[in-house]
């Protein structure tokens, strides 16, 4: 169960675009161990949030903390070294590249090892490399790929895709990571199984994760708390329970007083 610390604080922040207020005095705690859902409507700012955790963009003013560190305006990288990793809305994969060679470019990204530069042609192997190549398969076996770790990545299913890039992102060791969108474009069955898999990674790999989606069915059964984004603006932060029953977040959604329930999945 997820602890009480802040891992995570954002801090009053603000991000234009232009004329466009994007971002408007948010305040945002992510504790320690649990699974934070970030929804609302398109346009509300929700990735833009996620990129400004990540560095992607600047904010205008405010503060975000990571482990009581200040890490706004910081480049992508330094961020990543932190601890922090992200998914993105539309898959970010190296397509013609395997399975397994996309999880290494992941413990490449954090370790800065050499392999990467010879395409991936072990002719000569340190035991950091080993250590590598058998952690990536390592974590393809967690996430139920190992049987495809010679697949080219474009060939895979979307699904699977998706599934693909949580692994990489697990590679690069971090103590929070982003989601961006996850089940978009999965079926249910596909979409429960990323449930399971995102339980798992907190649960097992004691992982926080900040999970932006529009599914309501899997954000209400897997999230310890919900906080909704609307026009820039946090409207409600809660337990799932009491999100659903948020007359703010109920008009944000339908226009209308009328109870969010569980399944429902908002088409934004």
Request: proline residues 3%.
């Amino acid at each position: 169960m997820y602890g009480v610390i802040n891992l995570l604080s954002i801090k009053g922040v603000f991000k234009n675009f232009g004329g466009l207020a994007a971002l408007q005095n948010v305040n945002l705690n992510v504790r320690q161990g649990e699974i934070k859902a970030l929804i609302g409507p398109n346009g509300a700012g929700k990735t833009t949030l996620l990129n400004i955790i990540s560095g992607i963009h600047r904010l205008d003013k405010g503060e975000i903390l990571f482990k009581d560190e200040k890490i706004n305006n910081l480049p992508p990288s330094k961020i990543a070294n932190k601890g922090i990793s992200r998914t993105f809305q539309h898959v970010e994969l190296f397509g013609n590249m395997t399975v397994l060679e996309n999880i290494m470019v992941g413990f490449y990204a954090r370790n800065k090892t050499s392999f990467f530069m010879d395409g991936f042609k072990f002719s000569f192997i340190t035991d950091s490399e080993k250590k590598i190549y058998k952690k990536s398969r390592e974590f393809l076996e967690y996430v139920k790929l190992g049987h495809k770790i010679n697949e080219i990545a474009l060939n895979l299913p979307i699904g699977e895709q998706r599934i693909l890039e949580i692994a990489r992102a697990l590679a690069t060791e971090p103590g929070l990571i982003l989601l961006d969108e996850p089940a978009a474009g999965l079926n249910i069955r596909e979409t429960r199984e990323l449930g399971e898999i995102i339980k798992r990674i907190r649960e097992e790999l004691g992982i926080t994760i900040l999970l932006v989606e529009h599914d309501m069915e899997l954000v209400m059964n897997i999230s310890d708390s919900v906080a909704v984004l609307n026009f820039g603006e946090i409207i409600a932060d809660g337990t799932p329970m009491e999100v659903q029953k948020n007359r703010d977040v109920i008009v944000a959604y339908l226009g209308e007083e009328e109870e969010v329930q569980p399944g429902y999945n908002v088409n934004t």
